[in-house]
């Protein structure tokens, strides 16, 4: 195993074992964890055999993540219980709070104890966007529309995927779920002013940052009363709003740089910069290996003195 710590960038790899180029990249010092997605998983003895070959390639570990919500967003199958969408914990909350809550925490547990069994360290959940039933590609991901029924369904997932040893990260900061456009494809706009957006879609972000959240992701989303840049590219909103005003001290990931959303920055490189200028501790770059190849050969990093320590809140208590 080779000592190196940990550096700011999660990549993906393209199939179900490591090849040589894999291992090339991830053995890069600005590297610090890998996402997997559906291709990279066949079978439970499979996965087990992928994560323990990351898990060996470098002291400390990569992190290893997967974005395993339930309902649409859910990248293991087969061998896997099914989470239903999360909307339909928020449809139960309406007549049984307390009954949608415990729900809440099994799935939670579920969720920590399946992926853990396989060498994952976390999932990017919980989605803490609320449902203003105007963006599909939130849709069912999220909760509730009632940012009080998001933060109590939301804190008690949390508190189950801790129990099962792993950490969580909300998503997308400050709330994706009032605009209609899809970030993967375009860079959404939000009018709204800040007052607004602090008596609502910020509520269940404070909440859960008050019961300790470990990691935070923003969205590729322009709030043009409060910055011109997308949150994730945002002093304004991560350093300014997120730390200091709010308290968090945990890890921030940004969303994926090779979404249509993050174009506001120009290419990867600029992306990265922007991203840990504006307060991002690590980078997600998927489904684009050039640009992967682009980033490690070119981009030069400032060194993080937190990064070593908010990373390691995120590894799975083994």
């Known amino acids: ?33 890998i996402i997997l997605f559906a291709r990279n998983y066949a079978s439970l003895r499979q996965l087990a055999a992928l994560t323990g070959a990351i898990l060996a390639l470098r002291d400390p570990p990569l992190l290893i993540a997967v974005d395993h919500e339930g309902g649409r967003v859910q990248r293991f199958r087969d061998g896997f219980t099914e989470i ?12 049984d709070a307390p009954g949608a809550t415990d729900e809440a925490e099994r799935r939670g547990r579920t969720i920590a104890s399946e992926l853990a069994a396989q060498g994952v360290d976390f999932s990017f959940t919980p989605v803490l966007d609320l449902d203003h039933g105007q963006s599909w590609v939130i849709g069912d991901r999220a909760f509730h529309r009632n940012p009080v029924a998001v933060a109590e369904l939301a804190g008690a997932l949390c508190r189950g995927l801790r129990a099962g040893g792993m950490a969580a990260v909300g998503k997308h ?10 970030s993967h494809t375009e860079t959404p706009v939000d009018d709204r002013a800040l007052a607004l957006l602090e008596n609502d879609d910020l509520l269940p972000f404070r909440a859960l940052i008050g019961d300790g959240l470990e990691g935070i992701m923003p969205g590729h989303v322009v709030y043009p009363a ?52 504006a307060g991002c501790d690590m ?36």
Request: aromatic share 6%; proline share 8%; with cysteine.
């Open 226 to 277: 409060i910055d011109p840049r997308p949150a994730g590219f945002s002093d304004v909103w991560l350093r300014t709003i997120l730390r200091e005003r709010m308290g968090f001290d945990g890890m921030i990931f940004s969303d994926d740089l090779s979404m249509a959303g993050a174009g506001f920055a120009g290419d990867v490189i600029t992306r990265a910069d922007a991203a840990l200028t």
């Open 84 to 95: 239903p969408p999360m909307r339909t914990l928020g449809q139960r909350w309406d007549h």
């Open 283 to 318: 980078v997600l770059v998927c489904n684009d290996a050039p640009a992967a190849d682009m980033l490690l050969s070119r981009w030069q990093p400032a060194p993080s003195r937190d990064l070593m320590r908010r990373t390691a809140r995120m590894q799975r208590r083994r």
């Open 173 to 182: 900061f400050p709330g994706h779920g009032f605009v209609t456009a899809d």
């Open 1 to 33: 195993m080779t000592p190196l710590p940990r550096g700011p960038v999660m990549l993906d790899i393209a199939g179900t074992e490591l090849t040589a180029e894999d291992r090339e990249r991830l053995l890069h010092p600005s590297v610090g964890g």
